[in-house]
Nanobody, 123 residues
């Protein structure tokens, strides 16, 4: 089993910045893609950004140029630097990772979610 723990959510004014962190722990053999999703009240969960182990990234159109995802593979940690925040960025942000936990089955990656961290941007 593995766990994801997020941190960094907060209340910030429009135009401000936040940095989210997500650390994976537990019985980890390998991690493939790590990323961030968000869910605003009354809306479906949506992809914000994700990064593969090899460094390929993609971003939602709404955050391109403002958010940057990075990853420390040695620490099993993914970060999301959020700049120029807007009220519409207000949501619960969830970390997601594809993790292989069984060294006898290195081809099977399971999908893990963190508990979420609240980001609130005031106008």
């Amino acid at each position: 089993q593995a766990q994801l723990v997020e941190s960094g959510g907060d209340l910030v004014q429009a135009g401000g910045s936040l940095r989210l962190s997500c650390a994976a722990s537990g019985s980890i053999f390998s991690i493939n893609t790590m990323g961030w999703y968000r869910q605003a009240p009354g809306k479906q969960r949506e992809l914000v950004s994700r990064r593969t182990r090899g460094g390929s990234t993609n971003y939602a159109d709404s955050v391109k140029g403002r958010f940057t995802i990075s990853r420390d593979n040695a620490k099993n940690t993914v970060y999301l630097q959020m700049n120029s925040l807007k009220p519409e960025d207000t949501a619960v942000y969830y970390c997601n990772a594809e993790i292989a936990t069984n060294p006898s089955d290195t081809e099977t990656y399971l999908n893990y979610w963190g508990q979420g961290t609240q980001v609130t941007v005031s106008s």
